[in-house]
T-cell receptor, first 114, second 116 residues
């Protein structure tokens, strides 16, 4: 069965420092990959997605992620974080056979320290 | 605003009561989804609709849960005889279905349910 692992439940980082949030997945079929951000008491907002093509994808708010098929990873990076990036980040996959059931990881809480 | 809307945003109820939540998807999005998110976890899929047809239900959706989308537009999620374990954020999402193209799901702000 497909699953998503986010090994870091909490990541504190100083403002203007770089950050990487890790995501690994398992699936027996090809998948699409996503990163969502959730601000307190709000719904999920799509940061970026990998459907096909270049393995390096750029998203909103200066975030980018790289798909590594051999390592089944999709790590999220930002070269310089801001206070406003403090939020919960979810990695998610969807199997190309279904297109409907999004499987989310448990989330990583990013705290940006001034 | 033409995003996904959910009502109410917060609901506090006593154990054993019935509750109903509403989701209004983005106009012309024919697929609609419900997810449940408990504290400290990612959302979990519950069910989804293609227009008014309910196509799949998760095993998480016990007999006390029922979802409808009667006219293929808005949807309701009802929980009967609520239990404290039902306390969670209930998220709704929608997307246009345009096979074989893939379009991502757009999420609403959620309804936070607290069962006392």
């Amino acid at each position: 069965a497909q699953s998503v692992t986010q090994l870091d439940s909490q990541v504190p980082v100083f403002e203007e420092a770089p950050v990487e949030l890790r995501c690994n997945y398992s699936s027996s079929v090809s998948v699409y990959l996503f990163w969502y951000v959730q601000y307190p008491n709000q719904g999920l907002q799509l940061l970026l997605k990998y459907l096909s093509g270049s393995t390096l994808v750029k998203g909103i708010n200066g975030f980018e992620a790289e798909f590594n098929k051999s390592q089944t990873s999709f790590h999220l990076r930002k070269p310089s974080v801001h206070i406003s990036d403090t939020a919960e980040y979810f990695c998610a996959v969807i199997e190309k056979t279904s297109y409907d059931k999004v499987i989310f990881g448990p989330g990583t809480s990013l705290s940006v320290i001034p | 605003d033409t995003g996904v809307s959910q009502d109410p945003r917060h609901k506090i109820t006593k154990r054993g009561q019935n509750v109903t939540f509403r989701c209004d998807p983005i106009s012309e999005h024919n697929r609609l989804y419900w997810y449940r998110q408990t504290l400290g976890q990612g959302p979990e899929f519950l069910t989804y609709f293609q227009n008014e047809a309910q196509l799949e239900k998760s095993r998480l959706l016990s007999d006390r849960f029922s979802a409808e989308r009667p006219k293929g537009s808005f949807s309701t999620l009802e929980i009967q005889r609520t239990e404290q374990g039902d306390s969670a954020m209930y998220l709704c999402a929608s997307r246009p279905w345009d096979f074989p193209l893939y379009n991502e799901q757009f999420f609403g702000p959620g309804t936070r349910l607290t069962v006392l």
